[in-house]
């Protein structure tokens, strides 16, 4: 009877101590053996080609005679939220597939097998970079999982927080236009300018440099936003003619050209002073140019005309206001006699009166 309670003491203590991980991992493991695995060396291989990310050679090998089969490498990662503290970020893991066989050891020597050019990040970690300005860098925690010949589960954590620099995609070519391409001295025109990476992708905070010829503009560095754009001004200066303006970044460089016209006149302010002067007596007749914005036109042709009485000058050039003057003189216009003044300038035309009294 003592027999039969011992061995029943026995077997209840195997069963609870079938439920330990210890146990299941120790003593159980002698009739169930687990691989063991260890990670006996990796390097981080820097890219061959501008733009890729750098890889991750990795040599594992078997400690014991059980031999494995990875499958699947698991992405983790992070940023930093304060000091030490970091956050997981969900949407940026992922799974990277691979089928590696890892022969069993022998009592001899360890079982070895390599992987070679696991990627360290993807475009969407740099994507997320370029759209995070306050994000330097990611921490990558990297798993590689499998199962051994016993199908127990394998999992081994292959880098911990390990930190990821993306540095900024490199322009290789930009987009620029004017809106609009033609403009009168003076006015303005929105310079856009979008960077590219070589796929042809927007790139965000990229720096763009600009120099123009015949203007000026509002800002000659611009930062690019997540289209890949930023935008700027154009001032049209005084001389007629082609203006170029040419944005560069690195090797990247493009131009547009802006036609620069001749203002045409819009409006006429014509004046006469005074407005009445007796038989002989003269006045001054005064008019200003402008364009269809209402600034005043250097340079233009005015010319003048009366129905009575003898003009100063029938042609008058414009000053850098828009204003040219000369004069009326009614002798021999008889009392009474309203004279009317006339000045044509392009295809605007204004009219005045003097009164002879």
């Known amino acids: 009877m003592k027999h039969k309670l011992l061995i029943l003491l026995v077997i209840v203590g195997l069963l609870l101590l079938g439920g330990c991980a210890w146990f299941s991992e120790g003593l159980l493991n002698v009739f169930d053996p687990k691989a063991q695995i260890r990670v006996s060396n990796f390097d ?101 999982k499998g199962v051994d010949e016993a199908d127990h589960k394998i999992e081994l954590k292959v880098l911990e927080d390990y930190p990821i620099l993306i540095p900024p995609p490199v322009v290789a070519a930009i987009n620029i236009s004017a809106n609009p391409v033609e403009l009168a001295p003076g006015d303005t025109s929105t310079i856009t300018v979008k960077a590219l990476t070589k796929y042809g992708e927007p790139i965000n905070g990229a720096i763009i440099n600009l120099t123009a010829s ?32 040419t944005a560069t970044s690195g090797n990247a460089t493009a131009s547009v050209t802006i036609t620069i016209i001749t203002s045409q006149p819009a409006t006429l302010n014509l004046t006469v002073s005074p407005s009445a002067v007796p038989t002989g007596g003269s006045a001054a007749v005064g008019v200003q140019v402008f364009d269809k914005n209402g600034k005043p036109i250097e340079g233009a042709t005015v010319t003048l005309a009366a129905t009575y009485g003898k003009l100063g000058e029938s042609s008058l050039t414009t000053d850098a206001t828009g204003y040219a003057s000369t004069t009326l003189d009614t002798t021999g216009v008889t009392s009474g006699t309203l004279i009317t003044i006339t000045a044509i300038s392009g295809g605007a035309q204004a009219t005045a009166t003097l009164m002879v009294q």
Request: net charge negative; no cysteine.
């Open 44 to 144: 981080i291989v820097a890219p061959t080609e501008e733009g890729l990310p750098p890889t991750l050679t990795l040599n594992l090998m078997s400690l014991n005679q059980v031999g494995a089969r990875f499958g699947t490498f698991i992405y983790e990662f992070s940023k930093k939220i304060g000091g030490t503290s970091t956050q997981l970020i969900p949407e940026l893991s992922k799974t990277y597939s691979v089928n590696v066989l890892l022969p069993p050891g022998t009592e001899e020597a360890g079982g070895t097998a390599t992987i070679s050019n696991v990627p360290l990040y993807f475009q969407e970690e740099t994507d997320y970079i370029n759209l995070h300005s306050d994000i330097k860098e990611l921490l990558l925690t990297l798993w590689l």
């Open 214 to 245: 015949g203007g000026t503009l509002s800002a000659t560095s611009l930062v690019t936003d997540s289209n890949g754009e930023a935008t700027t001004i154009f001032t049209a200066g005084s001389t007629p003619g082609g203006a170029e303006v």
